[in-house]
C-alpha cells in the first residue's frame, strides 16, 4: 500500500520547538518553557492539509499500524543551501503521528530517499512525503535477519581491538 502526501508552509527547525519566557511570580520574574507560536502554527496548517489528503484515501486506512518506508523531498524556494533539512524530518515525522498518518513515528523503518531541491518561487516550501507500507516478510528480515556488514566494519573493529560477542 503506498500514499503521496504534500505540506505547502513552513517547516520550522526542531531547535525553535520551543521558546523561553517569562512570568512575574510574587513580584520576581520567573523563566518558563512554552510551545513556540509558529511552531504550534505550522503544525496546525500541516495536520489541516494532510487531513484533507487522507480524506482521498479514505480515513478507514489511518493511522498506519504496520511499520513503513518513507522517502521525503523538500522543495526550497531560494534557501537550498543553507536549510538544514534533519531537523525539517523530524517535524514532518512529528505531523505524520499527530495527523493519525501513522500510529507512532517509530514505524518508520526505512528512510529509503531525503532530498532538498529548489522550489517554486512565491511558495514558501513544499514537502513531498511517500509512505509505503512494508511488507510482514521484509519487516521480519530487518528485525530478526543476520546483520551483514562489509569487510571495512571487521577491520575496523580489529583496530579499535574490539571483538564481535561470540567470534572466536
Do not use: W
Amino acid at each position: 500500500m503506498k500514499f503521496k502526501f504534500f505540506f505547502v508552509g513552513k517547516i520550522p527547525s526542531k531547535a525553535n520547538y520551543k521558546k523561553i519566557s517569562h512570568r512575574r511570580i510574587n513580584g520576581e520574574l520567573k523563566p518558563f518553557i512554552m510551545n513556540n507560536p509558529q511552531v504550534l502554527s505550522s503544525q496546525r496548517e500541516a495536520l489541516y492539509q494532510l487531513h484533507l489528503q487522507k480524506l482521498n484515501y479514505g480515513l478507514d486506512k489511518f493511522p498506519i499500524t504496520k511499520p513503513v518506508k518513507v522517502s521525503l523531498t523538500f522543495y526550497l524556494s531560494g534557501r537550498v543551501r543553507q536549510r538544514d533539512i534533519d531537523n525539517a524530518e523530524k517535524f514532518v515525522g512529528d505531523i505524520l503521528e499527530k495527523g493519525e498518518i501513522l500510529k507512532r513515528d517509530s514505524l518508520i523503518y526505512q528512510k529509503e530517499r531525503v532530498e532538498k531541491r529548489l522550489g517554486i518561487k512565491g511558495f514558501e516550501e513544499i514537502v513531498e512525503i511517500d509512505i509505503e507500507v512494508i511488507p510482514d516478510d521484509v519487516r521480519l528480515e530487518l528485525e530478526r535477519g543476520k546483520p551483514t556488514f562489509p569487510p571495512e566494519f571487521y577491520e575496523f573493529l580489529k583496530k579499535m581491538k574490539l571483538e564481535l560477542p561470540n567470534e572466536s
